[in-house]
Each structure stands twice: as structure tokens, then as C-alpha cells.
């Protein structure tokens, strides 16, 4: 082998540079000239010191434990590796680079106290300033490293001689603070300095005390906020010194004399620091101290404004062109005094003004709660720029209304933010339309990736379980969200309630956990929403070959399946009870006594004057009380035949048998329960079909006649589709993978509502939560930014392109390319950066010929499927390239 190993990592975050725990994984990729798996050497210097070096099985390239002693706090480890040639004759490779990272701050060596601000009364949630806790430190000559190891409850910027430590936005990030909370290193030696120096940390509500969710509620998880901190210096001549927070240390409001994640942040410049006041000492109670798995939010782009027109009453309107999530920086402020209020939105009314009605939050029999994203900023007349870095916001327009100076629109620049994932897939193809709908997807779900995966960057800002375990297998194909899932799926863990029941969302601020009582516990415990705890750390099993996710969750997966089983048995639907007093022999397997979502934003049907029937609000209760046992018990089918799969790959043998027969049995009972002898489902909707024909509920012989019942219902509504949350990204797949690919495509390119490219053609740049987001008056409803819709994506890269790996593959070890090809797009190609290396695919048809050409990376089986069903096995490394003549593509 003439090509080392490439692309190491460790299964552990970082800012500047990656830090773990005392045990880290190790990964990378084989050389891109290895033709079979091989077994490879690795190397390891642990603060200089050589380790010995360890051979690993063949094929062991990914999630290597570690092979050495623990490590302990700040050690500094660089290690590298070679593929070994084998018997055969191959040479070895040559060395890959040296990777570095360090172990972190453990928890059991922290000595720094926690530290609370004495705050001077309270103003009330969303409208608390920003606290600085700072002391003075001395430091001589001759700073060899300097690490400053920072975390807090709230969000919080440290700075030492006011240079910012590292580059991580809205740190420590959201956790479920009760139970999990993680720090974040920095190198802060070039910024220290021989003599005195000055430690600031800025500290406000975030996540932690700040509002959250639709009604804007405060976050449960404390009353007082803190920080805690440590500073490593080592010297030249072996040295150490640590500086850290404790009862020594001060607090003073600070410029920002308001500061709310989801209200936004009022900075006054023309204010100075004032006296410092004592801190408080060991005020909150927090968990151990961890470190992230997942990669930090971080400002990943800068845009400037596409347009900026000036309204009157000294009112502009910004338009950055593409709605997303950050802040706007602000670089002329005026003169000392004056004031520039900015507000975020998504849309403009009709007069050219910001409008955020649709946003607006009501409960029945209440007034709404108006929608806000405002940010202040009062210049000090020091040539400041404002960055409001103690919120966040989603938008595209901002206006900006400032009393009698001018404002230079060149000094508007919008940061987007969120959480700073690799990208690993790309898509494009000869319908430019196909590609703005894979942009918009790629923007929403980019929008809703501030740390956990939030169901839109505005409104709500909540990680809803139901949307990222529909999104989740499209996620894997965009970017690198093992980490970031992973440290999701921690806080799914931590929120479930007692009985096994998934949160609605997690992080959950409003700790539905501990108060079982609230009306909102009655509506935990959905099918396709507490399903996540099990589907997506599947996914990620399947995309990444990840096994310690699958154990790491195990325990709440089962608990949750558990509940949900047992729910089944002893929980009946009224309607059943009706039907005959005492459960028919298959109901114990028939989920459909408790709370379910439903398939939740279908298409809504239109009244004599045109105006949307919304069936939640306008008949809540016909709603809440509605028959939802056809999704439970397809999700509790899906969520056990899962469950007996990944006690397979955890080797759990009785729990394989046992959750094997349950998921029988459900699926026998969904069978008798729901589907006719014909092929019709009882609920007869076309996400009824879609979910039954998905998840293999459907037995072979009905699935033609299921199929083309489908094909009927959306014929019967002029080729729409009518599917809402939890079906719509297998529609299109269903369809092509039954033989109706035609219709597949027919409903990708529709543009009358419902589509998708009636979005684009209603100017959309993310994904809608409604079908119709803006009517044909322009009027715009919910939000406009919620990625779950966009799962669609998937189909370009799974089907039109044709790339998807092949079944019982785990990490890309084996895949296909299938393309589905369709006259109006005559070529596609794509890459998927794979845990194997990169896979290319590309394919063009002319006239009746297509050539297929596939890049196939190491230790990697592949083969070609034509749409005719010719296939190509057993492609070897390398780059493969044919032509065939198609009768008839799609």
C-alpha cells in the first residue's frame, strides 16, 4: 500500500482542538488504495511519553477503545497509524499524520468553586442583564501552556485582558442541566501577559433560567445562575500555577442590561463597569462536570444584507436573502446616545414591513402571547460594534429603527449560527428546481441545529423527539451528526419520566419528569415522538457502525417499549370498548389507550370561503380523544422488531427472542385490527399506506393492492400528496420501490399546494411547517423554518441518484447504486463521505443509453442495479464506469 490512513478522530467535541475523557475512541479511514479490510498498528505519545504500540483486529478502523491506561486531566496525547500489509505480500503502509487532542478537566479534580452573581433585585425572566464575575491574577514571565477549563448554568463568554477564550457561540450548550453538563477548553497563553492580569466570565439566563418554548415560559432547571472556572498556567521551568473562582471573586451588571435567548439581548456601551460586589459562594447545585461528544455552535458563515430599504419613521428593512439562525453584527452605531432597536423575523406583510403575527402563540380561551425577537444596542460613541452574543435568533429580515442618525447599511453583516457539523454528502442533478429544494432542506435543518435539534429556530426552539426522528435518516446523509445525536440523545435519557415514557422534547426545561400532575404529562408518551429513544441511535448504528450507541441507550429503549406494551395491554380506545366490553384476543397488542400526536400536519381542508380547517383548533377535544391506534401500533411494531435487532448486534440472545415475538404479535394485531383482506387500511389515508407499506406491515401478497390504493387516494386529490409529519419522507420512496415511481416523481415536481416546490415558488429558503407557510395572498402561517418536511432529500439521494447502502450493511461496508431516473432530470451525481472513504456517484442518460460511474472506497463491496433490474455485483475499489440502454427511465 502506497496511501496512509487518513480522516483520525476521537468520539469527543472540542473547540480549537478536540478534548475527551479519560477513555477515547479512535477512528479513521483506510488507505484509499487498501483492497480488502487489514489490520493496522498504532502509535501513541501520552505527554511525550511513548506508549506501546497496539495491532488491531482486520477492519478495525473504527471506534478502536482505548488501548492504554485512562487517561488523567490535561494530558496531551498525538498518535498516528498504519495499515499492515498482511501475508499476501502487500508492504505496509506508511504513516498517517499525527493527530493531537488532550484529555479534559475531570470531574474529580476540579477545585474551583461555583460562583453566583449577587444580583441587585429581579426584573423577571427574558428581562435579566448579563452579570461579569472577574478577579485578578498575577503571572511571571515564561508561560509555556495555559488552558482555562470554563463551564456554567447559563450561557456564558470568558475573556482574559478582554481577549475572548476560544470561539464556541452560547456555551456550555443545552443540556438537561440536572443531570448532564459539559465544559469547554481553551488556549488562552497569548493572551496573558508578565504582572498583572484580569479574568472575566459574562454570564446570563440562557437556556438554563431564560424563556422557553411557544408561551415562553422560564426554563426549570434553577433560580440562580453560575459559573465555574479554572485557569492551568505551566511554565517554562515546570511551574504551575491555578487560578480559579471562588469566594474571592466579584460581580457587577454589566453592559448588557438584558439578556434572553429567545427575547434578545439590549447592550448599553455608554455604561462602565461598577463596583464590584462579593460573588456568591456554592449557590446552585450541578452534576459532575463532562465534555462534549458533539462538535460546538460556532459562527459558521457571515452574510451581508442582499437589500436594505428604508421605511419611513427612521425605519429600515434588511433582507440577508436566506432565513436562518444567528444575529445580525451591527458596525455604526450612531453617536453616543443613540438607540437601534432591531427586530428578527421571517416574512413581510404586504406594505413591505417585518410581520411576526403568524408566530404569535395562543391557548384556547387566552389571549396570544405576540411573538418577539428584539435586540438594543446604545451606542457609547466609541466606534463599537454590536454583536448580541447572549441570544439568537431566526430570520431573514431584520428591522432596524433608530431616532435621527443615519445608518450605513454596509455595517449590516447576519452571523449564522449553529452547531459546527462537517459536512459529508452532496447532491446535484439537471433540475434546478431538485437542487433548491436539496438547499432549502439543507438551510432548515442547518437553522435548527443550534445544539440539539430544535423544530424551528423561533417559536418554540424546542428538540422535539417527533422531528429528528423523522429527519434523522436524512441528516446522516448531509452531515457528520453522530456527536451531536449522541449528546441529544443523553438528554433523552436524563428527561424520561419514571414509568419509561419519552419526553416530548429534550433537552425539557419544563421538567415534565417531576410533574406528573401537568396537562402536558397527559400528552407525553406519543407514538413516532417517544419512538426516537429507539429509531434514531438505530440510524446511527446502521450510518456510523457506532455499537456503544446502541448500549448506551439500551436501558431507555427497553423502558420505553416496555411502557408502551404494557400501555397497549391495559389501556383500551373507547371506540373498542364500545365495540365489546371485554379486549378482543389481539387488542393487548393494540396501542391505542394513550396520547398519540397522530400524523400531525397533513394538508388541511379548505372551508366554503376558502380559509384552512384546522381540526387541533377548531375541535380540540374531537381531536384529542380521536382513534390513534393505527400509528401507536405501527410505531410500537417498528419500535420492538427494532429493539429485537439491536439486542442481535448487543448480543443480548433472549431479548432477541423475546422482542422478536412481541413485534410479531403487534404486527398480527395491527394486521387483524386495521387491514382488510383486499389491502385497505381501515384509516384508508395515504399515510395510512405510506406508514403500513414503510414498515412492512403490509404481508407480500396485498402489497401491489395497498400500493395502488395509495396511487388512487392521490389521484382522487389531483396527484397532491395528503401525508403530514410522520410519513412524508417515505412517500416518495414507497412509491418508487412499489412500482410507481412516476408518481413519485409527479408529486416531487408538483407546484399547487401541497408540495414542495410551491415553496420555492412562494420565495421560500427553508422548509415550511405548513404545507401552504404563505397562501396565495401572502400571508404567512406558522413558522417558516421547520426542517422535518424537508426529509423528502433523502429520496434525491437514496432514489434519484440511486445511492443507498445495502441492507444489513452497517458504516458503508457494502452499498448499491439504484438511480431512478425520470426524463425532466437527465443526470445526478453525489458524494457521501462514508466511515470507508468517499463514494462518488454520478449518472447520465442520452437518448436511451445511461452511463452509471461509481468511485468505490476501500474495504468496500458495491454493486449497480439498472432500472431494469440488470445488475453489476461485486464492483471492486476503485472507479467503476458502464452504459446500458434504458427502455424507459422512471
Request: glycine share 10%; charged share 25%.
Amino acid at each position: 500500500m502506497h496511501d496512509a490512513p487518513y480522516d483520525q478522530d476521537i468520539d469527543s467535541g472540542g473547540d480549537t482542538f478536540p478534548v475527551s475523557g479519560t477513555t477515547p475512541r479512535l477512528s479513521w479511514k483506510p488507505p484509499s488504495d487498501a483492497a480488502r479490510p487489514v489490520a493496522y498498528e498504532v502509535e501513541c505519545t501520552v505527554d511525550g511519553e511513548a506508549c506501546p504500540a497496539v495491532t488491531t483486529a482486520v477492519g478495525g478502523h473504527r471506534f478502536l477503545p482505548w488501548p492504554w491506561a485512562a487517561l488523567t486531566s490535561g494530558q496531551r496525547v498525538a498518535w498516528r497509524v498504519r495499515a499492515l500489509g498482511g501475508d499476501d505480500g502487500d508492504r505496509d503502509s506508511p504513516w498517517s499524520r499525527w493527530h493531537a487532542f488532550e484529555a479534559g478537566l475531570l470531574a474529580a479534580d476540579w477545585k474551583a468553586r461555583w460562583i453566583s452573581p449577587a444580583e441587585t433585585g429581579d426584573p423577571g425572566y427574558g428581562r435579566r442583564p448579563a452579570y461579569v464575575l472577574s478577579a485578578r491574577f498575577e503571572a511571571r514571565a515564561g508561560v509555556r501552556s495555559a488552558r482555562l477549563y470554563a463551564t456554567a448554568l447559563g450561557v456564558y463568554e470568558a475573556y482574559v485582558n478582554g481577549e475572548r477564550a476560544g470561539t464556541a457561540e452560547l456555551s456550555p450548550g443545552a443540556t438537561s442541566y440536572d443531570r448532564t453538563l459539559h465544559a469547554q477548553a481553551s488556549d488562552v497563553a497569548d493572551a496573558l501577559r508578565q504582572g498583572g492580569n484580569r479574568i472575566e466570565i459574562v454570564l446570563s439566563d440562557g437556556w438554563y433560567r431564560g424563556q422557553v418554548g411557544a408561551f415562553r415560559l422560564p426554563a426549570g432547571w434553577g433560580t440562580v445562575t453560575g459559573a465555574r472556572a479554572e485557569l492551568h498556567i505551566v511554565y517554562e521551568d515546570g511551574a504551575r500555577q491555578i487560578v480559579h473562582t471562588d469566594g474571592t471573586w466579584t460581580s457587577t451588571e454589566s453592559a448588557i442590561t438584558r439578556a434572553d435567548l429567545m427575547n434578545g439581548q439590549t447592550t448599553d456601551f455608554r455604561l462602565r463597569p461598577g463596583a464590584g460586589r462579593p460573588v456568591l459562594v456554592d449557590q446552585v447545585a450541578a452534576p459532575a462536570v463532562g465534555w462534549s461528544p458533539a462538535p460546538p455552535v460556532r459562527v459558521v458563515e457571515s452574510r451581508p444584507a442582499h437589500s436594505v430599504v428604508p421605511l419611513e419613521d427612521g425605519r429600515w428593512i434588511a433582507d440577508f436573502g436566506q432565513n436562518a439562525s444567528g444575529w445580525i453584527a451591527l458596525g455604526d452605531l450612531g453617536p453616543a446616545g443613540t438607540r437601534t432597536v432591531v427586530d428578527y423575523g421571517e416574512h413581510l406583510g404586504p406594505d413591505g414591513d417585518l410581520t411576526t403575527a403568524h408566530l404569535d402563540s395562543a391557548r384556547p380561551g387566552q389571549a396570544p402571547i405576540p411573538f418577539v425577537q428584539r435586540d438594543e444596542a446604545v451606542s457609547g460613541g466609541c466606534g463599537e460594534t454590536f454583536e448580541p452574543r447572549q441570544t439568537v435568533h431566526g430570520f431573514r429580515y431584520a428591522r432596524l429603527h433608530r431616532d435621527g442618525a443615519p445608518l450605513d447599511p454596509a455595517s449590516l453583516v447576519m452571523r449564522v449560527v449553529h452547531s459546527d457539523l462537517r459536512r459529508t454528502g452532496t447532491f446535484a442533478c439537471g433540475h434546478d428546481d431538485l437542487d433548491r429544494l436539496h438547499e432549502i432542506a439543507e438551510w432548515s435543518f442547518r437553522g435548527n441545529a443550534v445544539d440539539v435539534p430544535t423544530d424551528c429556530p423561533t417559536r418554540e426552539r424546542l428538540a422535539w423527539t417527533g422531528d429528528y426522528q423523522v429527519f434523522a435518516p436524512t441528516a446522516t446523509r448531509l452531515y457528520d451528526v453522530l456527536g451531536f445525536s449522541r449528546k441529544w440523545l443523553r438528554s433523552v435519557r436524563d428527561d424520561q419520566l419514571p414509568d419509561g415514557r419519552i419526553a416530548n422534547f429534550s433537552p425539557d426545561g419544563r421538567r415534565i419528569k417531576h410533574h406528573l400532575d401537568d396537562q402536558f404529562a397527559m400528552m407525553t408518551g406519543s407514538a413516532g415522538w417517544g419512538d426516537a429513544v429507539v429509531a434514531v441511535p438505530w440510524e446511527l448504528y446502521e450510518s456510523y457502525g457506532d455499537r456503544e450507541i446502541l448500549a448506551e441507550n439500551w436501558n431507555a429503549m427497553v423502558r420505553w417499549v416496555e411502557w408502551a406494551l404494557t400501555t397497549a395491554r391495559t389501556a383500551r380506545h373507547p371506540t373498542r370498548i364500545e365495540r365489546s366490553p371485554e379486549p378482543l384476543a389481539h387488542e393487548q397488542y393494540l396501542w391505542d389507550g394513550s396520547f398519540h400526536w397522530g400524523e400531525w400536519t397533513e394538508p388541511k381542508e379548505k372551508a366554503a370561503d376558502g380559509t384552512s380547517i384546522d381540526p387541533v383548533k377548531d375541535n380540540p377535544v374531537a381531536w384529542f380523544t380521536a382513534d390513534k391506534g393505527e400509528v401507536g401500533t405501527a410505531f410500537l411494531y417498528r419500535s420492538t422488531s427494532t429493539l429485537a435487532r439491536v439486542a442481535r448486534v448487543l448480543d443480548r440472545t433472549e431479548d432477541v427472542d423475546r422482542y422478536a415475538v412481541l413485534a410479531e404479535r403487534v404486527r398480527d394485531a395491527w394486521r387483524t385490527e386495521f387491514l382488510s383482506p383486499d389491502g385497505r387500511t381501515s384509516g384508508d389515508t395515504q399515510a395510512g399506506y405510506v406508514r403500513a407499506l414503510s414498515l412492512g406491515l403490509v404481508p407480500g401478497e396485498l402489497r401491489e393492492a395497498a400500493a395502488a390504493r395509495l396511487v388512487e387516494l392521490i389521484r382522487a386529490v389531483g396527484t397532491h400528496l395528503g401525508t403530514g409529519f410522520l410519513a412524508t419522507g417515505d412517500l416518495l420512496p414507497v412509491l418508487a420501490d412499489t412500482g410507481h415511481a412516476e408518481v413519485a416523481y409527479e408529486l416531487l415536481l408538483q407546484r399547487t399546494p401541497p408540495s414542495w416546490l410551491y415553496m420555492l415558488d412562494r420565495g421560500a429558503t427553508t422548509i415550511w411547517e405548513e404545507w401552504e407557510g404563505v397562501d396565495a395572498t401572502g400571508a404567512a402561517h406558522e413558522s417558516l423554518n421547520h426542517y422535518s418536511k424537508g426529509a423528502v432529500v433523502r429520496f434525491l439521494h437514496t432514489h434519484t441518484l440511486g445511492l443507498r447502502q445495502t441492507p444489513g450493511s452497517i458504516a458503508w461496508e457494502s452499498f448499491e447504486v439504484a438511480p431512478v431516473p425520470h426524463p425532466s432530470v437527465p443526470w445526478a451525481r453525489g458524494t457521501h463521505e462514508s466511515p470507508q472513504g468517499t463514494i462518488a456517484v454520478e449518472w447520465r442518460t442520452v437518448g436511451a443509453e445511461l452511463t452509471v460511474t461509481v468511485d468505490v472506497p476501500p474495504a468496500t463491496t458495491a454493486r449497480v442495479v439498472f432500472p431494469d433490474g440488470t445488475t453489476v455485483e461485486h464492483l471492486p475499489p476503485g472507479t467503476f464506469s458502464t452504459t446500458r440502454r434504458v427502455e424507459k427511465a422512471g
